[in-house]
């Protein structure tokens, strides 16, 4: 099973966006936790209304934990520990992902590189209204996918190599660093 872990702090104006990618990926055996950090925005009732309109989709699949507002990487933490899943994939509430993205790419790197304990994708940023990927010509890959030899070699040469929307980890190698 995989748990998607969504920090939630006043997204209301996003947050039916970022749901909407997550129903479009095409994998049956998942959760989401939806860590609802304090918001004080209607981020929690318009998250309930897209959850009730959807709920064909995410019946039984979505828990809402709340907590008060103690900062992105708390409310990760809290859902990291509620996690019934192997592998969690993080997913900001202000963030989307492609179509498909675990069927195609997540789902068969677990299998491909059973050593490894985080798994990134390739990943896109918008600034001033220009979408750009995350360039990854530094990276010591073969064709498009790979090992990192150093994270930090990496990171220092580009745009991080990892990016918390585009991400997913074994529970066991999180908890075993103390989450975030």
């Known amino acids: 099973m995989i748990s998607i872990v969504i920090p939630l702090y006043n997204k209301a104006a996003v947050i039916c966006r970022t749901m909407e990618s997550v129903k479009q990926q095409i994998f049956s055996d998942f959760e989401i936790l939806i860590v609802n950090d304090g918001s004080t925005d209607d981020s929690l009732s318009v998250l309930m209304d897209f959850l009730s309109e959807n709920e064909a989709v995410f019946k039984n699949s979505v828990r ?96 991080g190599p990892i990016w918390t929307s585009a991400v997913a980890v074994r529970k066991k190698a999180i908890l075993s660093i103390g989450c975030f």
């Open 64 to 159: 809402l934990i709340e907590q008060e507002n103690k900062g992105v990487s708390a409310a990760r933490n809290q859902g990291i520990k509620e996690a019934r899943g192997e592998i969690i994939a993080f997913l900001d509430a202000d963030d989307e992902w492609l179509p498909v993205l675990f069927k195609n790419y997540r789902l068969s790197w677990l299998e491909k590189y059973p050593e490894c304990d985080i798994f990134g994708t390739a990943y896109s940023f918008k600034m001033n209204n220009m979408i750009t990927p995350a360039s990854i010509d530094y990276y010591s890959f073969k064709e498009n996918e790979g090992i990192l030899d150093n994270y930090f070699t990496m990171a220092s040469k580009a745009r």
